[in-house]
């Protein structure tokens, strides 16, 4: 039985139908983007993070119809902590070097939060809200009140995703409901609908909803009680990508299902799983009832992939990498007002590994070469040696590294491949590794200057072997955030951390690797990707006109300025 059937028009708990007033905080700019210091110590280079205050979700991720990439994101204007929800937002050509726009949406009053959604390109328009234009775009998110009922609501961009006029007849969906929330929308093109996935999060269920119109939905079936459950579901996506099969060589598309949880991880706090299926237009249904982990760090979190890729391509998402557990008091928020990054963009597709239950979501950086400014080592005949480099002269603080073994057998698994990096001022470092053809592994617990009882120091995955003759671990490390990849992304981990002095050398080393396989190994800096834009005191202006890329604002009379 569905959930929900009803949608409840009107007043009720502080929701107005048709709501179209704008609440300003004090003191943030309206017209233009919020300026950011990104000089600081723990502030990443070649990630991006808020300019100030506090971030959390991904919102709204799309490619417009000029290939321009947007982010949306959950943004507390006022103080470096959760709370007091808008839409912040940001661009690149390049999911690197990002721009920082203004605020998108904004709240109605000062006791009613933008919560979490997605955003659609509306080519054929659909909504009627683009009667001479083929670039308009639609955003869908939840209005929480201070009353607590959770409901749905549309907002409408003219100008490329900018400013933001609200629908005349929101809200869009009302349950009544005080845990329902994060809808995120894709176009289904076999039946023509919009197809709406949403969180009752409280009570573990999915629901789908279809609509020809992006205005209207009807409830038409639920995903419930699937992997780990938690407390509660929160911020679903589901996306058709690329099938990467090594049993038969097809190219083929999967649907796939991402819900994520918090609290209720394996290691404490916030994780997401994901879950492999097919989609009719109105059901959803796993192969299997396995759940899969997406990330065994501890610091990702609210994937959401970007609208705007067609489906028979690779599918790229971004992820909030924190953790609900402490993301409130990181020292990043006391020592340099921010706090909130995204990971890397990464790449995404489904291989089939039959050793891991069938299907595992490969997740690999982004076109990571795009970024890559200098060759620091490189050894394409390490045997069992290791390289080392100081990269303290590298002014993004961040690095590129890979080690990978080829020529393996299934007689000539064994061996390590392993990382350091450390400061040399303090002795605090970051390692982890991998056994070759099994486990890999990270520790965070020597970098010394947070310390929390939910800072889970060690962490590990377990992977296996799939007989083509190598075996790889990558990763990227920029300041106060590390992200490692295992055989091409087939294993990730994502996790932050804080030491008293910036880590300064690298060492890779491997150690056992058998007779008859090679070992190469390479460590690239990174291109600092906000230094471009900023001033002499390294304040980061972002775009500083009043309408997105000109310098003329929009006049409707319920635009978000």
């Not at 943004?75 to 726009?101: F, M, R």
Request: proline content about 5%; glycine content about 10%.
């Amino acid at each position: 039985m569905l959930l929900s059937s009803l949608v409840l028009p009107g007043l009720l708990s502080g929701i107005v139908l048709g709501q179209t007033t704008t609440y300003f905080a004090p003191g943030v700019p309206r017209a233009t983007a919020i300026p950011g210091n990104y000089d600081g110590q723990y502030r990443p280079r070649a990630h991006f993070s808020p300019p100030q205050n506090f971030m959390n979700d991904p919102n709204g991720f799309h490619r417009d119809t000029d290939g321009l990439w947007h982010i949306y994101y959950q943004l507390n204007p006022v103080e470096p902590v959760a709370g007091n929800q808008h839409w912040g937002h940001a661009t690149s050509e390049d999911l690197y070097h990002w721009t920082n726009q203004k605020i998108a949406i904004w709240p109605f009053n000062s006791t009613t939060y933008v919560y979490s959604g997605s955003a659609v390109n509306d080519p054929n328009n659909t909504s009627g809200f683009f009667p001479d234009q083929d670039n308009g775009l639609v955003a869908l998110y939840t209005i929480a009140a201070s009353g607590g009922l959770q409901t749905q609501n549309v907002a409408y961009s003219r100008d490329g995703g900018y400013t933001f006029e609200t629908y005349a007849d929101n809200p869009v969906i009302n349950v009544g409901s005080t845990q329902f929330r994060d809808p995120q929308v894709t176009w289904h093109a076999p039946t023509e609908n919009w197809v709406m996935v949403i969180a009752y999060s409280q009570e573990f269920v999915i629901e789908f909803y279809t609509s020809p119109n992006l205005l209207n939905w009807t409830a038409v079936s639920n995903f419930s009680h699937y992997g780990l459950l938690g407390l509660q579901y929160e911020c679903p996506n589901m996306v058709e990508m690329p099938v990467e099969s090594t049993s038969n060589g097809t190219s083929e598309t999967m649907y796939l299902l991402y819900i994520s949880i918090n609290p209720g991880a394996p290691l404490g706090g916030s994780v997401g799983q994901y879950f492999p299926g097919t989609f009719n237009g109105t059901h959803f249904e796993a192969v299997d009832s396995a759940f899969r982990i997406a990330d065994f760090g501890k610091d990702n979190y609210a994937t959401q992939f970007f609208s705007g890729v067609p489906n028979n391509e690779r599918q790229i998402s971004m992820a909030w990498a924190s953790n609900w557990q402490y993301t409130s008091v990181v020292p990043t928020g006391d020592s340099e007002g921010w706090r909130g990054q995204m990971s890397l963009p990464r790449y995404n597709f489904l291989r089939e590994v039959p050793q891991l239950g069938g299907w595992v979501m490969v997740s690999e950086p982004y076109n990571i070469q795009a970024i890559l400014s200098e060759e620091l080592r490189f050894r394409d005949d390490l045997g069992n040696n290791s390289v080392f480099a100081d990269y303290s002269s590298v002014p993004s603080g961040a690095l590129y590294f890979e080690a990978n073994v080829t020529g393996l057998t299934d007689e000539t698994l064994a061996g390590t491949l392993n990382f350091t990096f450390s400061s040399a001022v303090s002795g605090e470092y970051v390692s982890g590794g991998t056994f070759v053809g099994t486990d890999t592994w990270m520790d965070r617990g020597h970098a010394d200057a947070f310390e929390n009882p939910y800072f889970t120091d060690k962490f590990s995955a377990t992977g296996v072997y799939g007989g083509q003759g190598r075996w790889s671990i990558s990763g990227v490390i920029d300041r106060s955030i590390i992200e490692v990849f295992v055989n091409g992304g087939e294993q990730s981990m994502t996790n932050t951390f804080y030491a008293n002095q910036p880590l300064d050398t690298v060492r890779i080393a491997a150690n056992g690797i058998a007779e008859g396989a090679t070992v190469s190994v390479g460590v690239w800096a990174l291109e600092d990707t906000w230094a471009m834009q900023a001033n002499a005191n390294g304040t980061v202006l972002g775009n500083t006109t009043t309408s997105g890329n000109s310098t003329t604002s929009g006049n409707s009379t319920f635009l978000f300025r």
